[in-house]
């Protein structure tokens, strides 16, 4: 840690950046573009319009706890594109920070790969779910002294449902519909855009998710049935996109800090057939779909965005090549 923070409750230092993400005002734009792969951010920030098209340079900072935060412009809107890492605390630290130093609505789209519970979801496919709902491990089946008598008995947790936002969602599903079509009409490896089902969060890759570890005592063999039996349009599996569908849901107390959000994800693991996408789809499949992602996000029209004055986004003379 190099500076000075305050405020044990919601550290910041003496200009305003958060604590783990290492940012203060204006240098996070209202739309947010949030993947888990720094590299993956990265390749999609290749789309970001040129510093001398953008009329200022691309702000890149990377925190000392991991988060890379890249901001700059996308068909001349300002666009951030944000890698966290993996993992609901992750995706906590996220949105909360990003929405501590940003005025205005924010419209965050999640781009990441998860697993497939469809046979409809093959690798190569994309996933926007409606809604979501998180499966937690429950520590106290676990513990030699519980203390919650009532689901002591329960292994695993599985929530209720959290949606999306319904016009991005649509508008998201439209673009990667578009923009995959090509591909799809070449025989390509990739498609189709899956709709209108929930995805899940396990609160770990392994025990919550279901995968069997023969060291770990886990009880979750029969997990993935219990999740689809309560959520029976359960289409996909990962860590991320329901914890933020519920933050969104639950950023309601101030009006004038509105979230909204939707998701996309790759279906990277097939958890009906057990197989997994080759890196050439993935290579093929990742560049239009974050352009997708890209373009949905400034189709999300925000009306109290933020002024570009002071902002890493201000138009300003560059210097001369």
């Known amino acids: 840690m190099k500076e000075t923070l305050k405020n044990a409750n919601f550290p910041q230092d003496a200009e305003g950046r958060v604590y783990h993400i290492n940012v203060k005002y204006g240098q996070v734009a209202n739309r947010i ?34 988060f890379l935060t890249i901001t700059g412009r996308y068909k001349g809107v300002p666009i951030t594109i944000l890698a966290i890492g993996m993992g609901n605390c992750m995706m906590d630290f996220f949105v909360r920070e990003t929405r501590a130093v940003v005025a205005g ?3 965050i789209i999640r781009f990441g790969s998860c697993g497939s519970l469809t046979e409809q979801a093959p690798p190569g496919s ?15 089946y676990f513990s030699e002294y519980p203390v919650n008598e009532d689901i002591k ?23 990667l519909e578009a923009n995959l079509e090509p591909l799809i009409a070449a025989g390509e490896p990739v498609g189709p855009v899956l709709t209108g089902g929930l995805n899940a969060d396990g609160c770990s890759f392994y025990s ?3 995968r069997q570890d023969p060291t770990f005592w886990d009880d979750n063999s029969q997990l993935i049935k219990q999740a689809i039996a309560t959520h ?3 289409q996909s ?14 950023s309601r107390n101030d009006p004038t800090k509105r979230i909204r959000a939707a998701g996309c994800m790759q279906v990277f693991a097939d958890r009906v057939g057990n197989g997994f996408i080759r890196p050439e789809v993935v290579a093929l499949l990742e560049p239009v779909a974050g352009k997708a992602v890209l373009d949905a996000l400034i189709a999300t029209e925000i009306e109290d965005e933020m002024d570009e004055v002071g902002t890493v986004w ?3 003379a560059l210097p001369p090549n």
Do not use: W
Request: proline share 5%.
């Open 232 to 234: 029976p349009s359960t």
């Open 208 to 210: 919550s998710q279901g």
């Open 126 to 140: 994309i996933v926007v779910p409606r809604g979501g709902y998180c499966i937690r491990r429950n520590l106290d």
């Open 33 to 66: 573009l949030t993947v888990g792969d720094h590299l993956r951010a990265k390749a999609i920030a290749k789309s970001l319009d040129s510093e001398e098209v953008a009329g200022h340079p691309t702000f890149v900072h990377t925190s000392q706890r991991g």
């Open 237 to 250: 599996l990962e860590m991320e996109t329901s914890m933020l569908f519920h933050l969104a849901r639950c």
């Open 153 to 175: 008995h329960i292994p695993y947790l599985i929530s209720g449902t959290f949606e999306a936002d319904p016009e991005m969602t649509a508008q998201l599903a439209s673009t």
């Open 314 to 316: 201000e138009r300003v």
């Open 105 to 107: 609505t924010m419209a």
